[in-house]
């Protein structure tokens, strides 16, 4: 039974800094990319970072570039995302995600594996 519980939301002052994680039970993590997406209110959920299975890879969504950095620690079978500079717009509820499905990394059916989401608000 594949999990991902992501942790680390909450309610921060714009400019602020928040880090989320993400902690895989049940699959071996490093078998698979991984991924954060968020969702706004009204608003698809949209690939905001990406990182390949053995970390050499990141790609970031133009709205947080500079801002935000993902990261993964296979031993612990996590995902991390550190968001610096908060702005009111990167409000949404976070999601990680795993999966090895091809496709372009910011398209939800690359991933196998979600998680239920973690709160952010700025």
């Known amino acids: 039974h594949v999990q991902l519980v992501e942790s680390g939301g909450g309610s921060v002052q714009a400019g602020g800094s928040l880090r989320l994680s993400c902690a895989a039970s049940?699959?071996?993590?490093?078998?698979?990319?991984m991924a954060w997406f968020r969702q706004a209110p009204g608003k698809e959920r949209e690939g905001v970072a990406y990182?390949?299975?053995?970390?050499?890879?990141?790609l970031y969504a133009d709205s947080v570039k500079g801002r935000f950095t993902i990261s993964r620690d296979n031993a612990k079978k996590a995902l991390y995302l550190q968001m610096d500079s908060l702005k009111p717009e990167d409000t949404a509820m976070y999601y990680c995600?795993?999966?090895?499905?091809?496709?372009?990394?910011?398209?939800?059916?690359?991933?196998?594996?979600w998680g239920q989401g973690t709160q952010v608000t700025v």
């Open positions: 995600a795993a999966g090895s499905s091809g496709g372009r990394w910011y398209q939800e059916r690359s991933y196998n594996y």
């Open positions: 049940g699959v071996t993590s490093s078998h698979y990319c």
């Open positions: 990182i390949s299975a053995g970390g050499g890879t990141t």
